[in-house]
């Protein structure tokens, strides 16, 4: 089945959407970007964009942190990629990608006096954690300091480092990385959040630790506060304590919520899906889907009935 992409100010094939060999985010990383999940039920004939506002206002928020003026608000956006994913009309799980991004074809490092742009489009795709539970390294490559680069932003041009450690945990026989902050805290996966439960306690890296604050870590959070009476607490990790922990896992749009069964060879409990993650997961995956109705407002219907 074909897909399309919003490019431009249209609706238009996705073949077509082509940006120029001199455009600057393409040299410079000069782009901020989300990833949207659509989850298609099979009950209800329908596929459910999950969180799409709260999506669609970091996107904004990071691209005026990049000094961009988009001509869309977060309202409109959503929308927009309504409509998108309606004519696209896959019929399956979706991932949507929008991205703003400095347009102008021009060279030279800088953020002023340049144009900017959003694209969006779809494409189907599934699980990208493909398992059970994953096998986690702990990383050589630091995620940046603040100061450094905003690590609260989906910053374009950020994301090398996350690919430094992805290949390098790849190529280390792993599945995942896990990135340390510069003083040796722990702060995130390569692409998602972290969580450990540690004496019976849910417990995961503030938002001072150089992690992105995520839309599906403050869905996991929400979840286990309202429906396992579990709060979450949000401090600094050692890193001895990934080796002690009862279980652990990962969020993120992406990546759902994967346990982990191992962390640098280390078994992690019983090395197998623990009680606390397997409720939480359930629970996600009951949302994400439109199956529970407490939490339809996350949920925004592609195909109208």
Same mark, same amino acid.
């Given at each position: 089945m074909p897909s399309f992409a919003f490019f431009k100010g249209e609706i238009v094939p996705i073949e077509e959407a082509k940006v120029g060999v001199m455009t600057h985010a393409l040299h410079y990383g000069t782009a901020v970007f989300e990833g949207i999940r659509g989850n298609w039920n099979e009950e209800a004939k329908q596929v459910y964009l999950f969180r799409l506002q709260e999506h669609f206002q970091r996107l904004l928020g990071g691209a005026a942190v990049l000094k961009m003026?988009?001509?869309?608000?977060? @309202? #409109? +956006?959503?929308?927009?990629? &309504?409509? +998108?994913?309606?004519?696209?009309?896959?019929?399956?799980d979706i991932y949507i990608r929008p991205l703003a991004y400095k347009s102008s074809e021009a060279m030279g490092v800088r953020l002023h006096n340049l144009d900017d742009d959003i694209l969006i489009f779809v494409i189907p795709w599934g699980a990208y954690l493909d398992m059970e539970s994953a096998?986690?390294? &702990?990383?050589?490559? *630091?995620?940046?300091?603040?100061?450094?680069?905003? %690590?609260? &932003?989906?910053? @374009?041009? %950020?994301? $090398?480092?996350? @690919?430094? @450690?992805?290949?390098?945990?790849? #190529?280390?026989? !792993?599945?995942?990385?896990?990135?340390? %902050?510069?003083?040796? *805290? $722990?702060? #995130?996966?390569?692409?998602?959040?972290? !969580? +450990?439960v540690l004496e019976g306690k849910l417990v995961t890296p503030p938002a001072y630790n150089n992690i992105l604050v995520g839309i599906t870590r403050d869905t996991i959070i929400t979840l286990a506060r309202e429906q396992l009476g579990l709060e979450t607490v949000e401090r600094p990790i050692d890193r001895v304590e990934l080796y002690r922990a009862q279980e652990c896992f990962l969020t993120g749009t992406a990546a759902h919520l994967t346990p982990v069964s191992e962390i640098d060879k280390y078994k992690i409990g019983e090395a197998e899906v623990g009680p606390i993650t397997r409720k939480l997961q359930a629970l996600y995956f009951d949302c994400i889907r439109g199956r529970h109705r407490s939490y339809m407002q996350w949920c925004t219907p592609v195909f109208s009935k």
């Open positions: 003026k988009p001509r869309y608000s977060a @309202a #409109e +956006l959503c929308g927009i990629t &309504v409509e +998108l994913a309606n004519k696209c009309g896959f019929k399956e096998r986690c390294g &702990v990383s050589s490559w *630091h995620r940046p300091a603040d100061n450094t680069l905003p %690590t609260s &932003v989906k910053i @374009a041009g %950020t994301y $090398v480092n996350n @690919a430094f @450690a992805k290949t390098s945990a790849i #190529e280390n026989g !792993f599945d995942e990385a896990i990135m340390l %902050t510069p003083d040796g *805290h $722990v702060a #995130e996966g390569s692409g998602e959040n972290i !969580f +450990l």
